[in-house]
């Protein structure tokens, strides 16, 4: 079973939609997960952290499922320069190395 | 706002010469990281460096690789005998404690 597992799209959505992805992860011990977003031939942006309690920045909502081992990022409104790459990544057991997922790839469409 | 920055922005090489990738992490950042992306592949991590010696690496950091902080600002990413497959692109990041990482915009290795 893979670290970390993503659907890897592409999510094909009409602007204003809401979508959401979901990562899964295998490493129970994991404490430490984030989304981030990448621009095609760019480089990993930071998009948020995601916290037990979950956490909302502006259209973006993550959430963490603990007893599923899974995160999830819910996009709302969305835009056409949302289309991106949305990278998992979470921790090992050291503070170190992060896994990353493969990602999914958004596609909004006019 | 702080950044991290590499140099150069893209080289090209002929198989077999070494290349060095030079990166200027954020300056309060204690974690340095080598992350390569094959085209239309994933994000793969190559190395973790932290108090100044490595701190993990992954299967594709062999001996072809090597990393230092020779001055306590830059991070650089030695390639030695260089392959077609090395053919990618290299991010740096640096992180604190969060595990938050920021990435520099990345160094295209071209190898032919």
């Known amino acids: 079973r893979k670290e970390v597992e993503q659907d890897p799209g592409p999510f094909n959505v009409p602007e204003g939609a809401t979508v959401a992805f979901n990562c899964t992860y295998s490493n129970s011990a994991s404490q430490s997960f984030f989304w981030y977003r990448q621009d095609c031939r760019k480089e990993p942006k930071l998009l948020m952290s995601?916290?037990?309690?979950?956490n909302e920045d502006g259209r973006f909502t993550a959430q963490l499922n603990r007893a599923s081992q899974y995160i999830s990022l819910l996009i709302r409104d969305s835009k056409l320069s949302d289309s991106a790459t949305y990278l998992c990544?979470?921790?090992?057991?050291?503070?170190?190395?992060?896994?990353w997922g493969a990602g999914t790839k958004l596609i909004i469409k006019p | 706002e702080p950044e991290v920055t590499q140099t150069p922005s893209h080289q090209v090489t002929q198989m077999g010469q070494e290349v060095i990738l030079r990166c200027v992490p954020i300056s309060n950042h204690l974690y340095f990281y080598w992350y390569r992306q094959i085209l239309g592949q994933k994000v793969e991590f190559l190395v973790s460096?932290?108090?100044?010696?490595?701190?993990?690496k992954s299967e594709i950091f062999d001996d072809q690789f090597s990393v230092e902080r020779p001055d306590g600002s830059n991070f650089t990413l030695k390639i030695r005998s260089t392959k077609l497959e090395d053919s990618a692109m290299y991010f740096c990041?640096?992180?604190?404690?969060?595990?938050?990482?920021?990435f520099g915009e990345g160094s295209r290795l071209t190898v032919l």
């Open positions: 990544v979470v921790n090992a057991d050291s503070n170190y190395q992060l896994i």
């Open positions: 990041a640096s992180g604190g404690d969060t595990g938050e990482l920021f």
């Open positions: 995601v916290y037990s309690s979950g």
């Open positions: 460096f932290y108090n100044n010696e490595i701190s993990e």
